[in-house]
């Protein structure tokens, strides 16, 4: 911990300047600081989002986080729509890894109106679960060093998630949105010959990552510019709720699948995927590792699942199904950390609130707004990035 | 430079782009009217295309080089990566991604458009060079998607952006956009995609949609 | 478990005790007593994580539902603390002091649903949107069709049928 | 950091060699998977226009139009669903609700527009490029349902438990069993339309999923003031366009109505239908016969204030009801809780008083403002082929008649019975149960002219009669009766091939080569029933008009030549109970109307 922010602050800032109390003054007019937008329309923002940076120099000084260019009140429509209803809506919720939402709504009904799903819809949903992890990790990793123009990975990268995109498209019909997991069960069994074809493309994923690893991972710039940049403090992650790979770089164990284990998750051998610098670069560290975990449980998945088996349970008729009052939480991992719905049901055929709270809710926010100052403002991008935040699931 | 009347009342304005004074670092006390200042006052006017040949060719080129503004509006911008990366690979197409409005002529809506966001399509549209063209994407851009009841999405986009093409699908595949690209191609080179002209043309219309939606109206009515 | 719901009840008035389908465990308190029991329970009994802040809105009993779901990482324990407050110029303490975060939370519960948490950093400024001023857009009795349709020019021309009307016009006009 | 960090990225410069990963013509070259959902598709002839998929589109994204060339007609609302592009977002959940399997997704997604109105089409009516593609998103496999395709199984007495007595077959549902059974309705109402008496079926169904059987009796009482009798007894034309059956087993209409009569207890009738007080007007209708058609006008009169009279030739009311049904099928009592209930309302029933014997028609029509006359159908039809002259050839009508009266009734160990329709089920099923009693096995043949897939009789009628122990022999033509020393020995029948002719006109064919012989000491017949309009005097008759198959002619309400006379019920009909219950509440309807509106000039025949 000798590399961090706290050291910096003292050989790098000049500004602000503390006031009596300490407080650190950011006056604009004094001409020593300059306001940048960086976003909404910034390739170097994840998403539709902006960050209202003060700078002097090349260093951040305050930053302020702008969300709500996504936001289409998701959790109104959800008043408006019968359980049913809300699932296609809901995926939307987050577009780059929408199965965590599907999943996390069907259980949530399924909770609430006590319904068991069978075994085989069970794990298909754990397919799906990882395969949406492996893409969007694949989007992510090699995309880690597009932020410090290491562009070219990252194009591989979609390459490789476009393979995946495929065998999704093969098993739900949708390249983005899935739409695969609903109330009740899955909707399909996986076609002929797809194992196979999935296993193909793993071992190419996997051939990939090492060429990830040559040209990312021990990339001197890489490292140069990643390692001691954006440290969170370990006492920060349960104070502000951080989760994930964010908290798993900072020495935490947290993971939900092993916490709190859903599915068929307990019968899966896998282990926390820990760093201790919680850096950027011990978070790319932890996602890379992701990865491999992530492959390794498609194919446990694949020799474990039974070949045969049930879609969907029996429940009410989807056009009237009515949930007895009660409220329920469900959470799941998703590639960003803990994903969490909190489910209100009031006994009539439409949900009461389906509250979304996503891991960049705070990572997003509070988190990437304390990290980022004093930070470069060439830096702020990887920051962000390592962050994965995600505006949609903030604003939802 | 000098029309006023274009300009917002005061109390409209965000906090910087009010008038105010600002003292530098060496006691330099400096009037600023940021609206003056930094924003041409001009309404955009209509131009007129060229005749012939001349007309002909250049809507040829400006169908071969399509840049495209890097703005990811909505959940479809998920499917624009892909679409610059090697599978598809729309460079060889003569499409292309650009950072800023200023370089590019193509302005893709992917999807829904929550307010907030129309404000700062309207104004990246404004800002973009002229011939430049509106690709629409997906059901929310036609009649509002599966947003349609949304407190916080507008419904159809061409009440507030001229738009040349529209792309079914939630969300369409890239090689539905690339078909797009195509269409979008035929109707520049038929002389069709007239979108600014028309713009220009019906400012007044467009405007006051526009000011229905966006309640804090806190920048120039045309921002050049 | 029961131990600390012991102790809780013990120290607090706490009312509707109940386990969720998940094993989460739902209790509701008087507001005036919430911070001191957050504190304790955050304190004393190690949960230490805010994992959500979420407001139900019963508007036919004129009332707002707060949760707060607080999470022990130790022992992998989730407990919800239900609040209920009046619907009338509602009004809760903050909890930004416990955790930092829930800043965020109560800016959006005071954007969406108008309960003021006097004192949280910045619960005032726009959170998600910009220029609203209409009513706070979660609250039930704000009708998001009905503001769409006035205000966002759905595409005309679409009529429908409903089949069993359809026919009785069709079939049997006058019975 | 070492010096290998520094080379080991030259090492992407590898790439370049590599086979490129460029797709030529993404456009033309990757059609969607399998199972991609693209755009819609429709088979309109399949598609019944129920509006499931409009009712389950999340964003309202399907409206129903009408499509020229479709005609609205019984289970076809006519209705076809149109899909705005401006709203889906292929979820593809219509696909899966949709109860025909009509509609599906192909695998085309590409599909570009200038024009954003072009993005609003009737999927198999307006032409699209993708309506021949085979591939694309279907129903997934069986076991995935939105709603469950089978019936809640109703519980009946076993055959054994049952062939021996006339105790009531059928259970009834149960709370549970009546909520999983109403839980399968989509609520589409295309049933309401073919019910005669349009009943608002999908309201009192929702009712029951509510929980909520006030509600519900008082939505059937609207249409229908004999629930617990239809309830039973109904021939449930509703539940042969049930848009369930059109993939798995109808909605049990009928048992769901019965569900809400029997767990409503009688006494509480009048609060809940909120017919405690009514005010009367002072005029008064006779009303002849207690059958469907006429409790059913006397319930609509009453309820309007009418002082409404009943003539009953019996000595119990409910007509064919009482006396064409079976008791195993509709116990006594369920029939006086209804009776007992308009009887409640003021309704006077004057027993054994018949028509046109102990009063004139005449009399009564200058006693009242108004008479309606639903007399039925209660004499029975004879074969009259050769031996039906003899006397144990008897009348299906009467036997069903004697045994609800109690009478005795002539029994043999062997009978035959001729007729195929519900009456000769009901009949066998009776005697069958009559000679178990007595003779302690069954005995009995019932053969009829339409081959057993053309039978009229309900098809679960037919084999529980089989299961019951009796033997149904259809598709031979009665020839004579043989009999020996004045005692039947059997029926000689013949091979009847065709019913009709080539103008459809009734005209059995028989194959005579093909005979058999049905042994009985004893036979039945029950092929129709005909109207005894002997009430009607001559010059009352004059004013009447008569058709050509000998029905009277009657307006929309049921009034006939005569402004005063009201002819309604199975001598309009046929015999049908819900058909009288309809006729009913037009009749009363129309008499209100003719009393109250001035409409006494101009009668409408």
């Given amino acids: 911990m000798s590399n961090t922010i706290f050291d910096w602050k003292k050989d790098r800032s000049m500004f602000p300047e503390p006031d009596k109390d300490g407080k650190p003054v950011v006056e604009l007019d004094s001409q020593k600081y300059i306001k940048v937008w960086q976003g909404p329309n910034h390739p170097g923002v994840t998403g539709n989002m902006a960050l209202e940076l003060t700078i002097s120099g090349d260093e951040v000084m305050e930053a302020k986080t702008h969300v709500g260019y996504l936001h289409r009140g998701f959790e109104k429509l959800f008043e408006r729509r019968r359980y049913m209803q809300c699932f296609p809506t809901s995926i939307r919720m987050c577009v780059p890894e929408p199965d965590i939402n599907e999943y996390n709504l069907s259980r949530g009904t399924e909770l609430l109106s006590g319904i068991e799903v069978p075994e085989m819809a069970g794990w298909l949903r754990m397919i799906a679960l990882e395969m949406a992890r492996l893409q969007v990790l694949l989007r992510t990793v090699p995309g880690q060093g597009g932020t410090i123009g290491l562009g070219l990975p990252a194009q591989w990268g979609l390459y490789y998630r476009e393979l995946i995109l495929d065998r999704f498209e093969e098993l739900t019909g949708g390249r983005i949105y899935h739409m695969y997991i609903l109330p009740g069960g899955v909707r399909g069994l996986l076609p002929d010959g797809f194992k196979k074809r999935l296993e193909d493309n793993l071992v190419k994923i996997e051939a990939f990552m090492k060429e990830v690893d040559r040209v990312v991972y021990s990339n001197a710039v890489f490292k140069k510019r990643t390692k001691g940049i954006g440290v969170v403090p370990p006492e920060w992650i349960d104070q502000y709720g951080a989760t994930g790979p964010v908290a798993r770089a900072a020495g935490y164990k947290r993971d939900v699948r092993k916490d709190y284990p859903y599915l068929y998750y307990d019968r899966l051998d896998f282990d926390y995927n820990v760093e201790h610098e919680s850096d950027v670069f011990a978070r790319f560290h932890v996602r890379r590792k992701d990865v491999d975990t992530t492959i390794d449980l498609l194919r446990q998945i694949m020799a474990k699942m039974p070949e045969k088996g049930e879609l969907r349970a029996e429940t009410p008729n989807v056009l009237h199904w009515k949930i007895p009052r009660g409220e329920t939480l469900v959470r799941c991992e998703s590639s960003r950390g803990e994903y969490l719905f909190y489910m209100v049901a009031d006994g009539s055929i439409y949900p009461r609130r389906i509250n979304l709270r996503g891991p960049s809710y705070t990572h997003g926010v509070v988190l990437l707004e304390k990290l980022l100052v004093n930070a470069n403002i060439s830096d702020v991008s990887s920051i962000m990035v390592s962050l994965a935040t995600c505006p949609p699931e903030i604003e939802r | 430079m000098s029309e006023k009347k274009d300009i917002p009342e005061d109390m409209f304005l965000a906090p910087e782009n009010r008038k105010h004074t600002v003292t530098g670092p060496d006691g330099e006390v400096i009037h600023v009217d940021p609206l003056n200042d930094y924003f041409c006052q001009d309404l955009p006017k209509v131009e007129a295309p060229y005749k012939g040949v001349l007309e002909k060719f250049l809507n040829w080129a400006r169908a071969e080089s399509l840049w495209v503004l890097a703005y990811g509006t909505g959940c479809g911008s998920i499917e624009l990566p892909p679409l610059f990366s090697p599978r598809f690979d729309a460079y060889r197409f003569g499409v292309m991604m650009r950072p800023t409005p200023r370089q590019s002529g193509v302005l893709i809506i992917s999807g829904y458009l929550a307010v907030k966001t129309l404000k700062r399509a309207i104004r990246s549209y404004e800002q973009m060079q002229n011939p430049k063209y509106v690709i629409a994407l997906g059901s929310c851009t036609i009649n509002g998607g599966m947003y349609f009841d949304s407190y916080n999405t507008i419904n159809r986009l061409d009440h507030y952006l001229p738009v040349d093409v529209y792309i079914a699908g939630c969300m369409p595949r890239p090689e539905a956009i690339l078909a797009g690209f195509n269409k979008l191609k035929e109707r520049i080179k038929s002389g069709n995609a007239e979108g600014a002209n028309h713009y220009a043309e019906n400012l007044e219309w467009y405007k006051a949609n526009q000011k229905k939606i966006i309640k804090d109206w806190n920048m120039p009515t045309y921002n050049w | ?175 | 950091m070492s010096l290998k960090d520094i080379f080991s990225p030259f090492t992407a410069w590898g790439k370049a060699f590599e086979k490129p990963v460029t797709i030529k013509d993404p456009i033309a070259e990757r059609p969607g998977a399998d199972r991609y959902r693209g755009f819609h598709k429709n088979d309109i002839s399949t598609c019944i226009g129920c509006g499931t998929c409009e009712t389950i589109c999340e964003n309202e994204a399907i409206d129903l139009v009408p499509v020229e060339g479709i005609e609205t007609k019984d289970g076809d609302s006519g209705l076809r669903p149109r899909v705005d592009y401006g709203r889906c977002c292929w979820c593809a959940l219509c696909v899966d609700v949709c109860t025909t399997g009509s509609l599906s997704l192909t695998n085309t997604y590409t599909w570009v527009e200038e024009d954003p109105e072009a993005y609003r089409f009737t999927p198999g009516v307006d032409e699209k490029p993708w309506d021949k593609e085979e591939k694309g998103w279907k129903k997934p496999e069986p076991g995935y349902e939105f709603y469950n395709l089978n019936r809640v199984t109703m519980e009946h007495l076993e055959p054994e438990e049952r062939d021996d007595t006339f105790i009531e077959m059928v259970k009834g549902f149960s709370k549970e069993q009546a909520e999983k059974e109403a839980d399968r309705c989509v609520e589409c109402g295309i049933c309401t339309a073919t019910c005669p008496a349009h009943m608002g079926i999908p309201e009192y169904i929702k009712a029951i999923r509510n929980d909520d059987l006030e509600e519900g009796l008082r939505i059937l009482y609207d249409t229908n003031p004999l629930p617990e009798i239809c309830g039973r007894i109904c021939t449930h034309k509703c539940e042969t366009v049930c848009t369930l059956g059109h993939r798995g087993e109808a909605l049990s209409i009928r048992w769901l109505k019965r569900y809400i009569a029997d767990q409503n207890p009688s006494e509480k009738y009048k609060k809940i239908l909120n017919s405690e007080f009514i005010e009367k007007n002072g005029k008064k209708v006779a009303i002849i016969g207690s059958g469907p058609s006429g409790l059913s006008t006397a319930h609509y009169l009453a309820l309007m204030g009418y002082e409404c009279t009943i003539f009953e030739k019996l000595s119990k009311a409910g007509g064919m009801m009482r006396f064409g049904i079976p008791e195993y099928r509709l116990p006594y009592d369920q029939i006086d809780k209804d009776i007992s209930y308009i009887e409640s309302l003021g309704v006077k029933i004057k027993y054994n008083t018949q028509v046109g014997v102990d009063i004139t028609l005449d009399e009564l029509g200058k006693k009242y403002d108004a008479v309606f006359a639903g007399t039925g159908l209660h004499m029975g039809r004879s074969t009259r082929i050769e031996g039906t002259d003899h006397k144990n050839v008897y009348q299906a009508i009467d036997l069903l008649r004697k045994i609800t009266l109690g009478e005795e009734v002539p029994l043999t160990e062997h009978i035959v019975v001729i007729g195929g329709g519900n009456v000769a089920m009901d009949i066998t099923r009776s005697l069958a149960r009559l000679q178990k009693q007595k003779y302690g096995k069954v005995g009995i043949i019932t053969t009829s002219l339409e081959t057993e897939d053309k039978m009229p009789a309900d098809r679960e009628e037919v084999i529980e009669t089989r299961e019951e122990g009796a033997v149904v022999n259809p598709g031979w033509a009665p020839q004579y009766i043989e009999i020996e020393n004045d005692k039947i020995k059997g029926l000689h029948v013949a091979q009847c091939y065709s019913l009709f002719d080539e103008e459809g006109k009734f005209n059995p064919q028989c194959n005579l080569d093909n005979l058999q012989f049905f042994e009985g000491n004893m036979v039945v017949e029950s092929i129709g029933q005909g109207m005894d309009l002997s009430y009607l005097t001559e010059d009352l008759k004059h004013d009447l008009e008569i058709d050509r198959r000998g029905r009277i002619k009657v307006n929309e309400y049921f009034q006939s030549g005569i402004p005063w006379l009201f002819i309604g019920g199975d001598i309009i009909q046929g015999p049908d109970v819900i058909h009288g219950i309809a006729n009913g509440h037009k009749a009363a309807r129309g008499i209100d109307e003719f009393l109250f509106e001035e409409k006494k000039d101009t009668p409408k025949p």
Avoid at chain 3, 53 to 63: A, P
Avoid at chain 3, 99 to 120: L, V
């Fill in chain 3, 1 to 175: 478990m029961n131990e600390i719901i012991e102790h809780i009840k013990k120290r607090f008035p706490v009312y509707e005790i109940g386990e969720g389908p998940n094993g989460v465990i739902l209790m509701s308190v008087e507001a005036s007593r919430l911070v001191p029991m957050l504190t304790s329970l955050k304190t004393n009994h190690g949960y230490s994580i805010l994992v959500i802040l979420s407001t139900v809105d019963w508007l036919e009993d004129c009332k707002f539902q707060l949760t707060y779901i607080v999470n022990n990482p130790e022992e992998k324990r989730d407990l919800g603390i239900r609040v209920f407050i009046q619907r009338e110029d509602a009004e809760m303490e903050s909890i930004h002091t416990l955790w930092e975060h829930a800043a965020t939370f109560q800016r959006e519960i005071k954007e969406m649903f108008g309960i003021n948490f006097p004192g949280s950093p910045g619960v005032d400024d726009q959170f998600l949107l910009e220029g609203w001023d209409n009513k706070p857009p979660m609250r039930r009795d704000f009708d998001t069709k009905k503001y769409a349709e006035e205000t966002f020019f759905p595409r005309p021309g679409r009529e429908t049928n409903d089949p069993a009307a359809y026919m009785k016009q069709k079939l049997y006009p006058d019975e």
